[in-house]
């Protein structure tokens, strides 16, 4: 599908964008007819996660992250849970969320008390930092401690995103996902408003795939387990080493699967 639009997109005109015209409805229909329904979905409700987005005058290629997230999603779209998701923006994201999960409570988090606008009956906002104790003390109270899905798209700082893992990773239900989106962004310090901390030195890729190094650890077959370093690792990194079943790196996000 995301070949199939680029395609259009290059014979309408050969840079990034395109005018509007009627290429909104054609590429509706291209999206319906060759890709994923969250992905149409992301379309529709104008959210950069989709692979394509619509501005007032242009049309552009975008993120392209929701057919990734349809390939691991779909199979639990009828289930009752909670998602959490750091950053509102235009509420674009929560909708699609809204609309793919029919059973499911979103919880929008940001700073922005504008963002209270997305409310809906099953789209709740939280006021708050997502690096914060008292948003995730608020958040496991709503959320009853437990939550299947929960999605970084906030600061983009690679310490934030670190600190916001670490402290959430307690929320996702076994056998549920966290992801990070916009791992490039860290490297321009987030925002100018936000200048790096020590922990925006390292990239957040390259923090999770230290982690990720021993997910082959189990109860009987764990070197590391007896190592001296791990030993000596702060309690909640062992915990989430333990915890960690599967991360997926595609691009420009990482997702990360709770052992069931």
Not at 92 to 111: C, H, M, N
Request: contains cysteine.
């Amino acid at each position: 599908m995301f070949k199939k639009v680029l395609s259009y997109i290059a014979s309408r005109w050969g840079g990034h964008y395109i005018d509007i015209g009627d290429t909104k409805a054609k590429i509706e229909r291209i999206v319906s007819e060759q890709g994923s329904i969250l992905d149409k979905y992301g379309f529709l409700e104008n959210t950069d996660k989709s692979s394509v987005i619509a501005g007032n005058t242009r049309i552009s290629m975008s993120h392209d992250y929701l057919r990734h997230y349809d390939f691991l999603f779909h199979s639990f779209r009828a289930e009752k849970f909670s998602l959490i998701e750091f950053g509102c923006a235009e509420g674009g994201s929560l909708r699609t969320w809204e609309k793919y999960f029919p059973s499911a409570q979103i919880y929008g988090v940001d700073l922005d008390e504008n963002a209270k606008r997305h409310e809906t009956e099953r789209i709740h906002i939280v006021i708050g930092d997502a690096t914060s104790t008292e948003t995730f003390e608020t958040l496991k109270a709503s959320t009853g401690g437990n939550a299947f899905i929960i999605l970084d798209d906030a600061s983009h700082a690679w310490g934030d995103q670190r600190r916001s893992f670490e402290l959430f990773w307690d929320l996702v239900s076994p056998g549920g996902f966290y992801v990070v989106e916009d791992l490039e962004c860290g490297c321009l310090g987030a925002f100018p408003a936000y200048p790096p901390k020590v922990l925006d030195s390292q990239p957040f890729s390259e923090y999770m795939h230290d982690l990720s190094k021993i997910l082959r650890w189990a109860p009987d077959r764990n070197p590391e387990e007896n190592s001296y370093h791990f030993k000596h690792l702060p309690k909640n990194i062992q915990k989430i080493k333990r915890e960690m079943d599967m991360c997926v790196f595609v691009p420009g996000a990482i997702i990360v699967r709770k052992k069931p």
